[in-house]
């Protein structure tokens, strides 16, 4: 797949042995030829930073530059850039330092943020607040986990707080989200992959393919595909 342009997914479980992503490294390798395959030139790394999973925020970097280092030898030209997928419940418990050191892309700004259980509330805009006076913005994850008869009001409350919206992309590609697009409440698609041996994979073209086939326009896809990925891996507002 030739996008024409630099592709980010930037919600990925790709890190091996980590969390309930990649099961080791051959299996990381697979998921970065998958998104080889789909023309995905960059892979944020997005490990659970969550109560029950013990991911040690100070061990990323290098097990990053580790499966870099496979990917090389292995031929594969994606690469994996660094994040964490930051569980909403656990923000007042890390340090800004930490919360930098898991900012999408080493960014410094974006923070993945994975809303509480259960249908979205109040809280979820309060932590975009809480994040946005410690200087970081909140990129929200897959909503589609969270349905509710409200659940866009809230995502509309959370993003007039700052925040943007990420969805799966099978979710996407499955014809569920168009109306949320069309709405301004998608911002970003990613895989959310966790595995080559089953589940998602790292594929993003089915999903932009599904926003134009329901009359999205051209420029409002790549502004998803393309702009906001790349702002948000540079720290930047798209």
Not at 36 to 62: F, K, Q, S, W, Y
Not at 136 to 153: G, Q, T, V
């Amino acid at each position: 797949m030739d996008y024409g342009f630099a592709v980010i997914d930037l919600h990925c479980h790709i890190l091996p042995g980590v969390d309930d992503g990649a099961l080791d490294l051959a299996d990381s390798v697979a998921m970065a030829r998958q998104a080889d395959a789909d023309g995905i030139a960059t892979v944020c790394a997005t490990p659970h930073i969550r109560h029950d999973h013990d991911v040690r925020i100070g061990e990323l970097a290098e097990r990053r530059a580790e499966l870099n280092a496979a990917l090389e030898a292995a031929g594969v030209t994606a690469r994996v850039a660094g994040g964490g997928e930051v569980a909403e419940t656990i923000v007042d418990r890390l340090a800004d330092a930490e919360l930098r050191a898991v900012s999408l892309g080493g960014g410094g700004t974006w923070i993945l943020l994975e809303p509480r259980p259960g249908p979205l509330s109040g809280s979820l805009s309060a932590t975009v607040r809480v994040l946005r006076d410690r200087g970081f913005s909140a990129l929200i994850a897959h909503p589609e986990r969270h349905p509710a008869p409200d659940l866009a009001e809230r995502l509309a409350e959370a993003v007039a707080d700052g925040a943007l919206v990420q969805v799966t992309a099978a979710h996407v590609e499955a014809g569920e989200w168009a109306a949320f697009a069309r709405d301004g409440l998608v911002h970003v698609v990613a895989s959310d992959a966790h595995s080559s041996h089953g589940g998602r994979p790292v594929v993003l073209s089915g999903a932009l393919a599904a926003l134009r086939a329901a009359g999205l326009p051209e420029a409002r896809v790549r502004w998803i595909a393309e702009t906001v990925p790349r702002a948000i891996v540079a720290g930047e507002l798209p």
